[in-house]
């Protein structure tokens, strides 16, 4: 069958793509849907036409997937994709992600890949979103972006935020709206406001980060008290600058307005200073799930040294140094470094040492003046580790590696070089560190053969 952009097809949604969408396929062709979850039998309109895959939209629903929720909320901005999937299916779907990751990209067919382990209470789980602002007939939006696009789905709060999120995201609408702030339009570069970051603590304390196109701020004073006025939980506001047109939500440049320098959370027994910039896990119970798994599977005895790269602000470090001999902690951004740095200090830990430079770089030096360790954590970023990092941990040599991912799909690559150099993978545990997303983290227990 010959297909064309504006066919009018109807099939079943078998499977997610990587960012959540629902696959159908026609003929063996694969046709990318949003707002489809497996199971649903669906009529669609072929809207784009790519060598290998189509993506089309949904005019109407058939017959409805046994396992999809309905009217449990809106789902049409890009941050809540499964939303709408039951969540005891969305766990099952994760646990697949990974073991099919493994078998294309590592050539596993055979490894315990355990059942996902997922959250009692799955919502209000996020400790830092980023709310994007626009405008829409004159009026100030904040809310995610459309899936697919830059265009802002207005919203009065999120599932996945603290409910003081969505009182303070009220407060900054309701400022906007009275001194008419103007919002960034990145198609003509032009406005004073992008984001709003909003961080919270176990306390339900918050930090607001006020993410502006320039120093520019107009009325930042009477935001500031309408916030602290309001809600007595705002003890931290920052300006960020942000004037790159394309770039990362936070620019290099913060400016306190008010409050504390930083936000104190915890993470199991330990607390950890937040700044502004830190790097923290979004959801801090199930953090504490992936670091006691990422533990027992390091299997850590009192004489252990172990290495810890992509250590961030020494969150995976502080909990290896409690039962080892010395942990080596190595991140390429400086101001985590400083913060890993009090983080040991804050919870007295005098065991643990912390390099600042690229892992690539920093791990084969400290290799090279003779430091060794017999163990290895990695928590890299979503592009995995680089070659040189996977290089230096053969040459190491060490009994244990553990790989904490947060894509299952760099990890597999990765995890198939340290196989063809003379390790096996034990046992994979995957952890739901986003409910209703397609993120899955996972914790991957390597030994020497």
């Known amino acids: 069958m010959e297909l064309k952009v504006g066919d009018i097809l109807t099939g079943e949604i078998i499977d997610f793509t990587h ?38 939209a949904i005019l109407k629903y058939i017959e409805l997937s046994p396992d999809r929720i309905e009217n449990q909320i809106e789902s049409t901005s890009g941050e809540i994709p499964l939303v709408n999937y039951k969540y005891n299916k969305q766990l099952e779907w994760k646990k697949h992600k990974v073991t099919m990751d493994l078998l294309k990209f590592a050539g596993l067919s055979d490894v315990n890949v355990c059942d996902t382990i997922g959250m009692i209470l799955p919502y209000r789980y996020r400790n830092h979103t980023q709310i994007p602002v626009g405008s829409k007939n004159g009026d100030a939006i904040l809310g995610f972006y459309q899936k697919g696009s830059h265009d802002v789905v207005d919203m009065e709060g999120s599932i996945l935020q603290p409910e003081v999120a969505d009182k303070i995201l009220n407060v900054i609408r309701k400022w906007i709206n009275k001194y ?18 909003i961080r919270t603590n176990f306390k339900d304390e918050a930090m607001v980060i006020l993410v502006t196109a320039s120093e520019s701020l107009p009325n930042k004073k009477d935001l500031v008290g309408m916030l602290t006025t309001e809600i007595e939980n705002v003890v931290s506001i920052y300006q960020n600058i942000n004037n790159l047109k394309s770039a990362p939500t936070y620019g290099r440049k913060y400016i306190k307005l008010f409050g504390e320098d930083r936000l ?84 007295n830990i005098s065991n643990a040492e912390f390099i600042v430079g690229k892992a690539e770089e920093v791990f084969p030096e400290l290799m090279n003046k003779g430091i060794s360790g017999n163990k290895v954590v990695v928590d890299p970023p979503r592009k995995g580790c680089e070659k040189e990092v996977l290089e230096a941990i053969v040459k190491l040599n060490p009994e244990r590696v553990v790989y904490v991912s947060c894509n299952p799909t760099t990890m597999a ?18 952890v739901d560190m986003f409910p209703h997303t397609f993120h899955v983290e996972c914790v991957v227990l390597i030994e020497k053969e």
């Open 19 to 56: 960012e959540g969408n629902g696959i159908l396929k026609v003929d063996n062709f694969a046709i990318f849907v949003p707002n489809g979850v497996i199971g649903d039998k669906v009529e669609i309109k072929l809207t784009q036409l790519k060598k290998n895959f189509g993506l089309g």
């Open 180 to 197: 008419n702030i103007k919002p960034y339009d990145r198609r003509t570069n032009k406005g004073v406001l992008r984001h709003v970051g």
């Open 264 to 347: 104190i959370d915890c993470l199991g027994n330990f607390e950890f200073y937040i700044s502004p910039n830190s790097f923290f896990q979004v959801n801090r119970t199930q953090a504490e799930v992936l670091y006691n798994k990422a533990l027992e599977y390091l299997d850590l005895q009192i004489d252990d040294e172990v290495f810890d790269i992509y250590c961030g602000i020494g969150t995976i470090s502080l909990f290896v140094a409690n039962k080892a001999k010395r942990v080596y902690g190595i991140e390429s951004v400086k101001a985590a470094i400083d913060d890993a740095k009090e983080n040991a200090i804050l919870n």
């Open 413 to 430: 690559r990765d995890v198939k070089y340290l196989l063809e150099n003379g390790y096996e993978v034990k046992e994979v545990q995957p």
